[in-house]
């Protein structure tokens, strides 16, 4: 079984720039989570799809970053226009169900760095 | 709001030691409650978890104990081996579906051969 994946691995750009990164999770899972990670800190959610829908959004950032999923497969995470401290990994995770013991697999990240 | 605390933030045994790493959470509704072990360059990966209606879990040299009253949960990793040097996360979640993980900031275990 292909696990989640995540593209790019790695990303760098200027502040002010726009970055989108893809998350591509297990096939048949519905839910699809988007977490971030800042240097030394702890890994911080940042949303829940369920399908196509978005069922929490509560640890998105700010109004910079949109997260699509259109057709309940892949997602998207756009970062527009990136600031510096939106540097860190960007994790995707999915999982079958969500209730509190179905396994979230998590993608290895992308690591964004904003110059 | 909710928030998960983990100590140490790094820790370095010698291989054939034991590693302990404790965790505190705030919210009381939690219930569930998963260690997450990323290597470096990997992506995090579930190696054991363990659910509010038990105290303690053990898979093989792993092992985690939990103290609802308390509010505390712990990792400890019994005969540590080179292989064992990682990034470990603790997280709790509630019960409720839809309910976000909440993770800690995570503990760097060295393991010196």
């Avoid at chain 2, 839809?98 to 393991?111: A, R």
Wanted: with cysteine; aromatic share 10%; hydrophobic share 30%.
């Amino acid at each position: 079984e292909a696990g989640v994946t995540q593209f790019p691995s790695h990303s760098v750009i200027e502040k002010g720039q726009t970055v989108t990164l893809r998350c591509d999770p297990i096939s048949g899972h519905d839910n699809l989570y988007w977490y971030r990670r800042v240097m030394g800190k702890e890994i911080k959610f940042l949303l829940h799809f369920v399908k196509e829908s978005k069922q929490d959004e509560s640890g998105m950032p700010n109004n910079r970053f949109l997260a699509e999923r259109t057709g309940g497969t892949y997602s998207t995470l756009k970062v527009q226009p990136a600031e510096l401290e939106d540097s860190g990994v960007y994790f995707c995770a999915s999982s079958q169900g969500a209730i509190s013991t179905d396994t979230q697999y998590f993608g290895p990240g992308t690591r964004l760095t904003v110059l | 709001g909710e928030n998960v605390e983990q100590h140490p933030s790094t820790l370095s045994v010698q291989e054939g030691d034991s590693a302990v790493i404790k965790c505190t959470y705030s919210d009381s509704a939690s219930n569930y409650f998963p260690w997450y072990k990323q290597e470096l360059g990997k992506r995090p990966q579930l190696i054991i978890d363990i659910r509010s209606n038990v105290g303690e879990k053990k898979d093989q040299r792993i092992a985690v104990t939990l103290n609802k009253t308390a509010k505390h949960f712990s990792l400890h990793i019994t005969e540590t081996q080179p292989e064992d040097s990682a990034v470990y996360f603790c997280a709790a979640r509630r019960a409720t579906s839809y309910d976000k993980v909440i993770f800690g900031p995570g503990t760097s275990l060295s393991v010196i051969p």
